[in-house]
Every structure is written in structure tokens, then in C-alpha cells.
């Protein structure tokens, strides 16, 4: 961001792939705000599908984030019942610049 900007999220989306029978049991957004860690869960997942023994999950949110200057979202998820297998984990993050008060 340039200088005094910072990052305003609007929205995310994006897919889990797991072998077959593991779930996902939360996404969570983590950004620094205000000099603060923050943590969002973020709600909207659900099954998608099933293609050679992946499961395929599909989330969305509207949850509004503001990263301060500098500043990264991180992204993560856990998974049950256990950890074992390949997975991936793709993320869309749709926002907009603004100025710092």
C-alpha cells in the first residue's frame, strides 16, 4: 500500500481441496489493525463436491478486515480428523485502498 493507505477487505472466497473424509473445520483471517492482531473467522463453508476421492469445500464471506500499512492478511484453516494427505487451500481477497484518518 502506498504511504498513508491502507488495505480495506470487503470480501473473501476461495477452495479446500482434502482427501476424501477429512473436513475443514474453520477458515480464519488474520491481519494486523490499528498496531492490534486480529482473527476473523470466516463463515460460509460448505461441501462442494467429490472428484477421485478429493473432497472439495467452497467458502465465502463478506467479513470486512482493515490491514494496516505494511501489513499482510494471513490466511489458514484446520482440518479433522487428522492432518495426514495432500490439501490445498486457494483464497480470493477483494478490496479497495483508502486513506488513514
Do not use: W
Not at 18 to 45: D, K, M, R, W
Not at 69 to 90: L, W, Y
Amino acid at each position: 500500500m502506498p504511504a498513508g493507505k491502507r488495505l480495506g477487505i470487503e470480501s473473501t472466497n476461495g477452495t479446500i481441496t482434502l482427501p476424501h473424509g477429512q473436513v475443514p473445520l474453520a477458515v480464519s483471517l488474520s491481519v494486523t489493525t490499528g498496531g492490534f492482531p486480529i482473527v476473523l473467522y470466516i463463515e460460509g463453508l460448505s461441501f462442494h463436491k467429490n472428484v477421485s476421492g478429493v473432497d472439495c469445500y467452497y467458502f465465502e464471506s463478506t467479513s470486512r478486515a482493515y490491514l494496516d500499512p505494511g501489513s499482510f492478511p494471513a490466511f489458514s484453516f484446520d482440518r479433522s480428523p487428522d492432518s495426514v494427505g495432500s490439501a490445498t487451500f486457494n483464497v480470493t481477497v477483494s478490496g479497495h485502498p483508502e486513506d488513514i484518518q
